[in-house]
């Protein structure tokens, strides 16, 4: 294990940061068809995903499938666009919590004060970050290695309460596949399932499926 007072924790992060995979800036989006599994239903049609990162979907006329389909597009393609470390982090400050097998814990100060992050072979594998009044915990258990960069692929998503600290959401475990496409090494997501547990205890799980996937130009 590292010497504690040796760890550079903005250093650790920021090279953690730019391990994400993330697409060019003159990504033009892409479209293809979606389909979404819940509760033994099954509900296809289109989707078109453009440069402003506003997924259109067609053909399916439940407004509530609409917008889960369209949120999941839209999760996706926020996480991919490139944003330099120095205009996102400038103002934070990152505090060794601990180290340990899991990776280094560190908390931020600054900015975005409250934050936690957990880094290990350069890979942030723990985010506790408040978005919107809302503490969002997520644990990373599987990446995929692009060979550009790393793809969060099998992880844990939780909503905590920033005021008690405690959890005011399901715990939902998520699966991630992507599929390569296009000559400039574009990752796009190919199917998502979400799983939880709801109230009963009974095991829920969403499928997203997107399938013949093309780019815009």
């Known amino acids: 294990m590292e010497n504690l007072k040796e760890i550079n924790c903005k250093e650790i992060f920021r090279k953690a940061y730019e391990n994400r995979y993330t697409w060019k800036n003159d990504f033009n989006g892409y479209q293809g068809k979606c389909i979404l599994l819940i509760n033994n239903n099954i509900y296809k049609g289109n989707f078109l995903l453009g440069k402003d990162f506003k997924p259109d979907i067609q053909k399916i006329d439940n ?10 597009l839209f999760e996706v393609c926020i996480h991919r666009v490139k944003r330099e470390f120095q205009s996102v982090h400038s103002e934070n400050n990152f505090n060794l919590l601990k180290s ?3 990776g280094i814990e560190m908390s931020v100060s600054g900015k ?3 934050d936690r992050y957990r880094v290990k072979n350069d890979r942030i594998n723990m985010v506790y970050r408040k978005i919107h009044g809302t503490i969002i915990e997520i644990f990373v258990e599987e990446f995929l290695d692009t060979g550009i960069g790393c793809l969060s692929k099998k992880y844990t998503s939780q909503q905590i309460d920033s005021d008690t600290l405690k959890a005011n959401s399901q715990k939902l475990e998520y ?5 390569n496409i296009g000559k400039e090494d574009y990752w796009i997501l190919n199917s998502r399932t979400i799983k939880n547990f709801n109230k009963n205890q009974e095991e829920e799980i969403q499928k997203f499926v997107f399938e013949e996937i093309s780019l815009l130009n």
């Open 63 to 72: 407004v509530k499938i609409v917008k889960s389909i369209a949120s999941q």
């Open 175 to 179: 699966e991630d596949q992507f599929i």
């Open 112 to 114: 975005n004060e409250g």
């Open 100 to 102: 340990s097998e899991s």
